[in-house]
T-cell receptor
Framework: QQQVKQSPQSLIVQKGGISIINCAYE??????FPWYQQFPGKGPALLIA?????SEKKEGRFTISFNKSAKQFSLHIMDSQPGDSATYFC???????????FGQGTELSVKP | KAGVTQTPRYLIKTRGQQVTLSCSPI?????VSWYQQTPGQGLQFLFE???????NKGNFPGRFSGRQFSNSRSEMNVSTLELGDSALYLC?????????????FGQGTRLTVV
């Protein structure tokens, strides 16, 4: 019940295309859903986050879509660029302070 | 504003030894969480400290411990190191107040146990 399942494991997208990464959760007590971007040798960097009372949040080329009834949320990267090539993690936080449960990660490669 | 600082960046230890990792959070942040990242298990939560008290704990053996000081800096200790403890250890800093839950990560400490 504490798991967050992320797919796909890896993704190859052409420059200018849309990258879509999906996550699903089971615990309805989760109330905060962030996405992180991680480059090799670096720590994860907070990209964008959403709360379950909102169905969509957009920041620049990054959009989170949230479906509370299906217990799913996704990250869309519009106009994908080679510089977006990184590993992306979804996460969820419950009502237990700062503990984040992470998905397994998606390795995104954007081809020029 | 300075980010989250973790020291050292790299560490090589021998099985059976112990190790202490350090994390300085963003100024004003009172919550510090620790995570272990490995290729096989991904990012796993170790524990969280808030105002010098452990607020949450993950499913790791008692060899993993931590503490937080009055200036919010935190240390993590691993005793009797095993080969499987080789990982990237990440510290996340958060304001810790209700409704303000954004967590910012440091660069991590890469621990290799030989």
């Amino acid at each position: 019940q504490q798991q967050v399942k992320q797919s796909p494991q890896s993704l190859i997208v052409q420059k200018g295309g849309i990258s879509i990464i999906n996550c699903a959760y089971e615990n309805t007590a989760f109330d905060y859903f962030p996405w992180y971007q991680q480059f090799p040798g670096k720590g994860p960097a907070l990209l964008i986050a959403i709360r379950p009372d909102v169905s969509e949040k957009k920041e620049g080329r990054f959009t989170i879509s949230f479906n509370k009834s299906a217990k799913q949320f996704s990250l869309h990267i519009m106009d994908s660029q080679p510089g977006d090539s990184a590993t992306y993690f979804c996460a969820a936080r419950g009502n237990q302070g700062g503990k984040l449960i992470f998905g397994q990660g998606t390795e995104l490669s954007v081809k020029p | 504003k300075a980010g989250v600082t973790q020291t050292p960046r790299y560490l090589i230890k021998t099985r059976g030894q112990q190790v202490t990792l350090s994390c300085s959070p963003i100024s004003g942040h009172r919550s510090v969480s620790w995570y272990q990242q490995t290729p096989g298990q991904g990012l796993q939560f170790l524990f969280e400290y808030f105002s010098e008290t452990q607020r949450n704990k993950g499913n790791f053996p008692g060899r993993f411990s931590g503490r937080q000081f009055s200036n919010s800096r935190s240390e993590m200790n691993v005793s009797t190191l095993e080969l499987g403890d080789s990982a990237l250890y990440l510290c996340a800093s958060s304001p810790g107040s209700p409704g303000n839950t954004e967590a910012f990560f440091g660069q991590g400490t890469r621990l290799t146990v030989v």
